[in-house]
């Protein structure tokens, strides 16, 4: 079907350039007001070869043509709906300013005719381009648009679901499905293509360790799509070259969503760029028991700490209790005194003192 139609396209080609060589070998013009000048058996020879000329033009040309079509198509329909619509709308911008330019050069005669065709393809070809480049931008612009748009409907603000991106830590952590459990995670969690894959990776290590860490991450994310009732939606899209982090500041910026992450560091550089991040710690941090300077509490001494004389214990939900004064009393259990208590996103860390030293003192 498709050679048909390029070899019909040939023979209407090859027809109109028939009537046109005509036109120019007789000093006139294609649409003559004499019939008879259009009737004429050399305008029809003429046609009619130009026709022919046409045809087989196109058979030789018709299996690579419908290649390079197929090819084309194939590489269109892969390419995800957001690049497909930045290099769409560059493309009918482009085309928009040809138009515009068109008057401008629409008056030139001999080889001068092919420039307005030449101008149609050089700012079709760059818009497009420029649209592939700006998608990023766009489809933010676009978001910002729809939003305003739902907001000059009135419609109301809780209809809105904010989207939850999930980093590679904090899936493998696994608390975020216990979050998801409780209900307190609302919108849609977004899982980026870039993250499956690095998850992968670390599932298909030669190290043991990160081959269950992986492997765990997987499972989880197995759970929270078939088990749990959230909304779970698989980003296919791929930001610009770059490490998982950074993809998935950028992610948020275009989504307008919240990073969620239980890392120190992506938690810090998402405060720098201006996008919201909900860090595990924090929330962990944020429900643990509050302890406060000059409250008693029992610990059992179970290590050194780094400065000398130094004791470390744990608290049952896993919080560090630095014991001054504690190596002394290594393996056993004993009253200590809250002194001071440092809380950050990489967790909690509580300072003590022995009871009994300080009732000596």
């Keep these: 079907m498709m050679k048909r139609m390029v070899q019909l396209f040939g023979i209407c080609f090859g027809g109109v350039m028939g ?11 294609l649409w003559m007001e004499s019939s008879s000048a259009m009737q004429s058996g050399s305008y029809y020879m003429n046609v009619g070869i130009g026709a022919l000329c046409g045809l087989v033009l196109a058979s030789m040309l018709a299996a690579p043509l419908i290649r390079w079509i197929q090819s084309g198509t194939d590489r269109i329909s892969s390419l995800p709906t957001g690049d497909l619509l930045a290099g769409v709308l560059g493309l009918i911008l482009g085309l ?29 070809y760059a818009g ?18 729809m939003e305003r ?11 809105y679901e904010e989207h939850k991106i999930l980093d590679t830590s904090v899936i493998i ?27 992968q990776h670390i599932a298909d290590s030669s190290d043991l360790l990160k081959r269950n860490r992986g492997r765990r991450g997987l499972d989880i994310l197995n759970k929270i799509q078939k088990e749990l009732d959230v909304r779970v939606l ?16 950028k992610l948020a910026k275009v989504l307008h969503g919240k990073v969620v992450t239980n890392d120190f560091n992506l938690n810090k550089v998402c405060e720098l760029q201006g996008v919201s991040v909900l860090n595990i710690n924090d929330l962990a941090n944020a429900v643990k028991p509050v302890v406060l300077p000059g409250e008693e509490i029992v610990v059992q001494v179970i290590k050194d700490g780094k400065e000398h004389g130094q004791g470390v214990a744990y608290l049952d939900d896993g919080t560090m209790i630095v014991v001054e004064g504690g190596r ?32 000596a003192l």
Excluded at 21 to 29: E, F, I, K, R, Y
Excluded at 336 to 348: F, I
């Design 19 to 29: 009537a046109e060589l005509h036109s120019w070998t007789t000093m006139g013009t």
């Design 96 to 124: 928009v300013l040809s138009a515009l330019l068109y008057p401008a050069v629409s008056g030139l005669t001999g080889a001068g005719e092919f420039i307005p065709i030449a101008i149609m393809l050089i700012t079709g």
């Design 128 to 145: 497009m381009r420029i649209g592939f480049s700006k998608r990023e931008e766009l489809s933010e612009h676009i978001s910002l648009l």
């Design 149 to 159: 748009g739902k907001g000059s409907r009135g419609e109301d603000d809780s209809s």
């Design 173 to 199: 952590d696994g608390r975020i499905a216990d979050i998801c459990k409780t209900g307190f995670i609302e919108g849609t969690l977004v899982i980026p293509e870039f993250v499956l894959e690095e998850l």
């Design 234 to 249: 698989i980003y296919e899209g791929d930001m610009e070259e770059g490490e998982v982090d950074s993809k998935l500041v």
């Design 328 to 359: 002394d009393y290594i393996g056993s259990t004993m009253e200590v005194l809250v002194t001071s208590v440092l809380q950050t996103s990489a967790g909690r860390m509580i300072f003590a003192k022995p009871k009994l030293l300080e009732k």
